[in-house]
């Protein structure tokens, strides 16, 4: 736990125990003696001082340098987020979420948009009346062609549970 301690923090720029004391940690391997102090009481203010006005900078500087790091996270992050906008009556097909087998397929469907959500949340629905509450990344558009032989794909398979009654979907809020 020591040495977690004494480690500089990438964000912030400080260890632990600087940002907490004020001074930096020696590990064993690496303290050296001072000698002998002579004068305890000039040390003790010297401490003092350096508790005072040093410590209040460092902490700041520190919490600065992890809101930086924060946002420099959040930018590299949202630019590989994708904003999925289908329409009610889209055709979309779905990612299978269980483990796959090597060469299995990857999607099925196709199923069609019967509501959308707050929050990028959908109601999808297969040709037998099936219904699942999905969230959008997990789903991409169909694109259907003349040449296309279509698959026909099993009934739609719901972790949460199935939706036969529009009824029911209509007090839904994700």
Same mark, same amino acid.
């Given at each position: 736990m020591?040495v977690?301690?004494? /480690?500089k923090?990438?964000?912030t %720029?400080y260890?632990? =125990?600087? /940002?907490?004391?004020?001074i930096q /940690? $020696? #590990?064993?391997s690496?303290?050296k003696?001072n %000698?002998?102090n002579?004068?305890e009481e000039?040390? *003790?203010k010297?401490?003092?001082? +350096? #508790?005072?006005? !040093? +410590?209040?900078?460092i902490?700041?500087l520190?919490?600065?340098?992890? &809101?930086? =790091?924060k946002?420099? !996270?959040?930018v590299?992050y949202n630019?590989?987020?994708e904003?999925?906008n *289908?329409k009610i009556g889209d055709?979309?097909?779905? +990612?299978i979420?269980?483990?796959? =087998?090597?060469?299995?397929r &990857?999607?099925e %469907?196709?199923?069609k948009v $019967?509501n959308?959500?707050?929050k990028?949340?959908?109601i #999808?629905s !297969?040709q *037998? %009346?099936?219904?699942? +509450? &999905? ?8 694109n259907?062609?003349t040449? /296309? #032989?279509?698959e ?11 939706f036969r009654?529009? =009824?029911q979907d209509?007090g839904?809020?994700?």
């Amino acid at each position: 736990m020591l040495v977690l301690r004494t /480690m500089k923090n990438k964000s912030t %720029g400080y260890s632990p =125990a600087e /940002m907490l004391y004020g001074i930096q /940690m $020696e #590990i064993p391997s690496t303290w050296k003696p001072n %000698g002998t102090n002579e004068n305890e009481e000039e040390e *003790f203010k010297n401490r003092i001082q +350096l #508790i005072k006005e !040093d +410590l209040p900078q460092i902490r700041e500087l520190g919490i600065k340098g992890s &809101v930086k =790091a924060k946002k420099y !996270d959040e930018v590299r992050y949202n630019r590989k987020v994708e904003i999925y906008n *289908f329409k009610i009556g889209d055709f979309v097909l779905k +990612l299978i979420e269980y483990e796959q =087998a090597k060469l299995e397929r &990857v999607w099925e %469907g196709p199923y069609k948009v $019967e509501n959308r959500l707050d929050k990028g949340t959908y109601i #999808i629905s !297969d040709q *037998f %009346g099936n219904r699942d +509450l &999905v969230h959008g990344d997990i789903l991409k558009q169909y694109n259907t062609s003349t040449y /296309m #032989i279509p698959e026909v794909t099993t009934t739609l398979k719901s972790k949460l549970r199935r939706f036969r009654q529009k =009824a029911q979907d209509e007090g839904i809020h994700a």
